[in-house]
T-cell receptor
Framework: AQTVTQSQPEMSVQEAETVTLSCTYD???????LFWYKQPPSRQMILVIR??????QNATENRFSVNFQKAAKSFSLKISDSQLGDTAMYFC???????????FGTGTRLTIIP | DAGVIQSPRHEVTEMGQEVTLRCKPI?????LFWYRQTMMRGLELLIY????????DSGMPEDRFSAKMPNASFSTLKIQPSEPRDSAVYFC???????????FGPGTRLTVL
């Protein structure tokens, strides 16, 4: 079974600063995917970024990037030049290669301060 | 292309009543997932379908919950009878292929009084 742990229940940062959200996971699989989803107050679950475990290169999407450390089973999300619209709950999630089920962490509530 | 569509967005009902939640996946997506989000248990998978066939319903809490997918463009999650502990946000998600990302609908907030 997969488990995902987010140890930071809440974080806050000034607008335009950089913030890093932590995530660790545990899986017995060799092929798997990792995701960060964003849930703003509207409660819509929005995909932020995705990483395939077999790829060594860290995924990047504009201001969002990950630091994927496979041996350490760590998958942190870095948000650069943070914006007010980044205020949301952020969930780390994992799935096996067949992507049959997403296992979510408990989330980190991120607040961007003007 | 439209995203995953869920209805209703909000549902308030009384204990013992039947509740039906609806989902229309993204066109061309072959898999559909139902998740539930609560403060106590976080986000958890209830059931998922591949090509309209239920594959894993081990997350369905009990017999009061049932899900159907009569065709590729429609699924329902039914609770009968509903109980206050069923109050949660219910998400539907779909994906195109087994290696594709799951895309979520806006969710249905269910309140059972």
């Amino acid at each position: 079974a997969q488990t995902v742990t987010q140890s930071q229940p809440e974080m806050s940062v000034q607008e335009a600063e950089t913030v890093t959200l932590s995530c660790t996971y545990d899986t017995s699989e060799n092929n798997y995917y990792l995701f960060w989803y964003k849930q703003p107050p509207s409660r819509q679950m929005i995909l932020v970024i995705r990483q395939e475990a077999y790829k060594q290169q860290n995924a990047t999407e504009n201001r969002f990037s990950v630091n994927f450390q496979k041996a350490a089973k760590s998958f942190s999300l870095k948000i650069s030049d943070s914006q007010l619209g980044d205020t949301a709950m952020y969930f780390c999630a994992s799935s096996n290669f067949g992507n049959e089920k997403l296992t979510f962490g408990t989330g980190t509530r991120l607040t961007i301060i003007p | 292309d439209a995203g995953v569509i869920q209805s209703p967005r909000h549902e308030v009902t009384e204990m013992g009543q039947e509740v039906t939640l609806r989902c229309k996946p993204i066109s061309g997506h072959n898999s559909l997932f139902w998740y539930r989000q609560t403060m106590m248990r976080g986000l958890e998978l209830l059931i998922y379908f591949n090509n309209n066939v239920p594959i894993d319903d081990s997350g369905m809490p009990e017999d009061r919950f049932s899900a159907k997918m009569p065709n590729a463009s429609f699924s329902t999650l039914k609770i009968q009878p509903s109980e206050p502990r069923d109050s949660a946000v219910y998400f539907c998600a779909s994906r195109r292929t087994r290696t594709d990302t799951q895309y979520f609908g806006p969710g249905t907030r269910l309140t059972v009084l």
